[in-house]
């Protein structure tokens, strides 16, 4: 018997066959790729590491200082995960302002997920993210400024930042969330500039030599239970932003709210021990505004555990508990009273 095959039948086998292929490679299993500068990972440089990576890869970084910076662009659902951010560090070349960038016009770089590493600064930058969407940033040290523009679904989590001799978090036209961050001594903690929407909750910001938080041109933000101590100001809100201010420590601050041009914030529930004036509108020089204060507000010592070593727990007979919404204000839960008998001990 004769079996006859049209040359139809072998112009849709011979489409099938890659169709197939793509979908098998489609469906490899996650890879992870690993770093290290003695050789005995798959590469010495994290930049190969990075570039060979594939959708769903993860790229391990073993322990060493790294003089290497890197670019992540045109990526995709991929993981860069150092060993621990007390054994990797990231130092960056002579000839490179900045250490590790995420994203990069026109390319961009979209769900990328980084952890366990120091990055230091070079060049006055440590870490940017530009032009990119869903990155998260989780248990990083950041020697110096971490610059966001045109990013969107930024997230910022457990991360320390700081040691910029400008502002420690900047964004522009963005939109991110800050949770459970340490950002110390920089000229600024906190910048939200441009259309920027940005959400800041549980942070310390501390020894900043200006304000904590500074909100301007047209961004939004939303602040709520953070710590925002030791500064020269809390937080500013200048242009014509839009803010909401709820649930927050904000002492021990020369400065805890100052208000200029047309910005504006709806405040809540807020703790305030400053040494110069809780609220104040900008001039030659800033004048007190007590009438930009909200009936909620608190003012108290909020009784830290040790401000002066940066313990910014609330002792158990801190009166910041239990306020409104909030059962306790700020972004550090107070000790137990079992706890707080124990270090009297």
């Given at each position: ?12 086998l ?42 769903g ?6 322990p ?11 990526k ?29 016009w ?16 070079h060049?006055g930058h ?48 963005s ?11 920089n ?11 940005v959400?800041l ?6 020894r ?25 100001g809390?937080?500013?809100?200048l ?11 904000v ?35 800033n ?10 507000d ?11 070593h ?36």
């Amino acid at each position: 018997m004769r079996v006859r095959v049209s040359l139809l039948s072998v112009l849709s086998l011979l489409l099938i066959v890659p169709s197939i292929n793509a979908e098998q490679g489609a469906t490899q299993a996650p890879r992870t790729i690993v770093v290290a500068l003695d050789g005995s990972g798959d590469f010495t440089s994290i930049q190969e590491a990075v570039d060979h990576a594939k959708k769903g890869d993860t790229v391990f970084v073993k322990p060493g200082a790294y003089p290497q910076d890197l670019t992540v662009h045109s990526k995709e659902k991929i993981k860069l995960v150092g060993a621990g951010v007390d054994q990797v560090t990231m130092l960056g070349r002579d000839d490179v302002v900045g250490v590790l960038h995420v994203g990069k016009w026109p390319y961009g770089a979209t769900d990328i997920e980084i952890s366990g590493l120091t990055i230091n600064e070079h060049g006055g930058h440590a870490l940017g993210i530009f032009n990119g969407k869903g990155i998260t940033l989780r248990n990083l040290r950041v020697k110096g400024m971490l610059f966001g523009q045109q990013v969107q679904d930024v997230r910022i989590e457990d991360c320390v930042i700081g040691g910029s001799e400008t502002t420690g978090v900047q964004f522009a036209d963005s939109q991110a969330t800050l949770v459970g961050n340490f950002i110390h001594d920089n000229d600024h903690g906190v910048n939200v500039a441009g259309k920027s929407e940005v959400r800041l909750e549980r942070n310390i910001i501390t020894r900043s030599l200006f304000e904590a938080v500074v909100v301007t041109d047209k961004a939004k933000a939303v602040l709520v239970s953070n710590t925002l101590v030791k500064n020269g100001g809390g937080a500013a809100f200048l242009g014509s932003s839009q803010s909401e201010v709820s649930g927050n420590v904000v002492g021990l601050n020369k400065v805890g709210f100052l208000f200029a041009g047309s910005g504006r914030a709806a405040m809540s529930y807020n703790a305030l021990y400053n040494s110069e004036a809780d609220y104040v509108r900008a001039g030659s020089p800033n004048t007190p505004a007590p009438d930009l204060g909200s009936a909620s507000d608190i003012v108290a010592d909020p009784r830290f555990v040790d401000a002066e070593h940066d313990d910014f727990r609330l002792r158990a007979d801190t009166t910041l508990l239990n306020k409104g919404q909030f059962p306790y204000l700020g972004a550090l839960p107070p000790l137990s009273p079992a706890s707080a008998n124990h270090q009297k001990k």
